[in-house]
């Protein structure tokens, strides 16, 4: 459960209390109502993370609402859009291992997320990790209903794949750019979860096996 789901069932519970008590405690439903929303929203499940070499995991749980190639400072670039809905787990998790190199926070409007052009005009958290011999950059994006965003770690931070790093309030999305030579894994429509999903791998996966076995095979000589 994260943390904020506790203080906001906490002052409901407390408002459905006093409503009840200096009115008719039929009225106090609505908040008690409310405040099992709330815990209910903050839920934080565990996850079991693949371990599998090259594997780029979802940020979040949702609906894969676009997966194309864009151009990003001159270079080409797979981009997967995923749509929090405020009933999808609203918790976001590393994509790979690696190091935080940049997070730039930036100012916009609150178009509904599931227009492309919320993804550049809307206000959003900008991520970038290195490691695992690639660059994943990943945004977290405010959507129609959301109006704050949370991003833990610091620029210098090392990451683990699937670690918990942040959360959008209410409904939102999520886009990652990654190499777009990656094997894809997922399309649209494609329900994710974060952290448990493989969105793709950063070789194809015949590639990475084939690594595997002349790593094998090295270490028998």
């Not at 008719?24 to 996850?47: E, M, Q, S, T, Y």
């Not at 935080?100 to 409007?109: A, P």
């Not at 965003?149 to 309030?169: A, N, S, T």
């Amino acid at each position: 459960m994260v943390r904020d789901g506790y203080l906001y069932a906490l002052a409901l519970v407390t408002a459905a209390v006093l409503i009840g008590w200096f009115t008719k405690p039929v009225w106090a439903i609505v908040p008690l109502a409310l405040a099992a929303f709330f815990l209910w929203f903050f839920r934080d499940p565990g996850r079991s993370i693949p371990n599998e070499p090259g594997a780029i995991v979802s940020p979040a749980d949702g609906k894969v609402t676009d997966s194309s190639i864009v151009t990003v400072n001159g270079e080409r670039r797979a981009r997967i859009s995923i749509f929090l809905s405020v009933f999808d787990v609203h918790v976001n998790r590393s994509p790979i291992t690696g190091v935080v190199r940049e997070v730039r926070y930036q100012r916009g409007k609150y178009l509904n997320a599931m227009n492309q052009v919320s993804a550049e005009q809307n206000e959003q958290n900008v991520v970038r990790v290195d490691g695992e011999g690639q660059i994943v950059i990943f945004k977290q994006i405010a959507g129609l209903l959301a109006r704050r965003i949370v991003f833990y770690p610091k620029v210098g931070d090392r990451l683990e794949r699937g670690q918990r790093v942040g959360l959008i309030k209410f409904g939102s999305r999520v886009d990652i750019l990654f190499d777009a030579a990656a094997a894809l894994q997922v399309k649209v429509g494609d329900r994710v979860r974060g952290g448990a999903s493989i969105l793709a791998y950063s070789q194809p996966k015949d590639e990475l096996a084939g690594a595997q076995r002349y790593s094998a095979a090295e270490g028998t000589l």
